[in-house]
Each structure stands twice: as structure tokens, then as C-alpha cells.
């Protein structure tokens, strides 16, 4: 492949999750100005947590704790369906597998990338 270039299929499934968000009536830009932040803040919140002793109980409990923390629970709130639909039909659920799909895609861009080079 020229360049920079790489097949188009990369990012569907991350593009994909999100739009399902969009279904909701939420704007795509929004939605992923969103994604982003909530993605942000579920890593610091989890970085920024680690310094409590009791850190992996209040992770399997889902009690983190904290200013990142509460951005990301912000979002969550922002979007009512997260209140009203069956788990795996939320936008926080839309916008996590967002996320898994985003590393995947980019694992396997990566691997493409170094798998079909010369080096």
C-alpha cells in the first residue's frame, strides 16, 4: 500500500458503536467530542485511583472516586438513555465497545503495518 494509505475497513467497527449512540438523536459531532472525553476521563479516573490502598475494591465495585471521576460519570448522566435502556443498549455501552473496537483496530493496523514492511 502507498504511503499512508490503509484499507478502509480500519475504524468501521469504532465508527460503527458510534453512531449507534447517534441513533438516539444526538448529533455526531457531540457524540464523539464525547467519546473522547469519556474515554479520557475513564483512564485518568483509573490512573488517578491507583493511589488508594483499597484501589482494586473500589474498581470491582465500581466506586472510583475523584475529579476524573466525576467528568466521566458527567458524561454518562448527560446521555438519559443510559438511565432507561437494557445494558448493552446504552450510550455508555455503545461508547465502551467504541473504545475496545478503537484498540483492536488500531492492534491490527499496527501489526498490518509491521507484518508488510521490509524492516
Do not use: C
Amino acid at each position: 500500500m502507498p504511503g499512508n494509505a490503509y484499507p478502509v475497513e480500519y475504524g468501521k467497527k469504532t465508527w460503527k458503536a458510534l453512531v449507534q449512540v447517534e441513533r438516539y438523536g444526538y448529533e455526531m459531532p457531540e457524540v464523539f467530542t464525547d467519546f473522547v472525553h469519556f474515554v479520557l476521563n475513564a483512564l485518568l479516573s483509573l490512573t488517578d485511583n491507583m493511589k488508594y490502598g483499597d484501589f482494586q475494591n473500589k474498581l470491582a465495585d465500581n466506586r472510583l472516586i475523584g475529579v476524573y471521576e466525576d467528568r466521566y460519570m458527567g458524561i454518562v448522566r448527560k446521555y438519559k438513555e443510559n438511565e432507561s435502556k437494557p445494558h448493552g443498549q446504552r450510550p455508555a455501552d455503545y461508547m465502551a465497545d467504541a473504545w475496545g473496537y478503537l484498540q483492536m483496530e488500531t492492534a491490527v493496523r499496527i501489526y498490518h503495518k509491521f507484518a508488510t514492511s521490509d524492516a
